[in-house]
């Protein structure tokens, strides 16, 4: 056995699982400002012109990302 395998932790063996206060609970999704799991998603359409944004939004410091639509 390699000897850096024996003082490996337990959890290093895990797959990485997701905060509780994830949305995501099959993704690992979260802030990269802060870290935060707390997202929320938001669609906003835009009737004049037909298109629809999606956005993801930190929940605890505001940070705002614009998900790309296909």
Known sequence: MNGARWFQRREDYQPPATHADSPF??????????ESFK???I???DEDSG???????????????????C
Do not use: M
């Open 25 to 34: 609970r099959r993704f690992v999704v979260r802030c990269l400002k802060c």
């Open 39 to 41: 997202l929320r998603v």
């Open 43 to 45: 669609a906003q359409r």
């Open 51 to 69: 298109q629809t944004k999606v956005f993801l939004r930190c929940s605890k410091c505001g940070e705002r990302e614009v998900l790309p639509l």
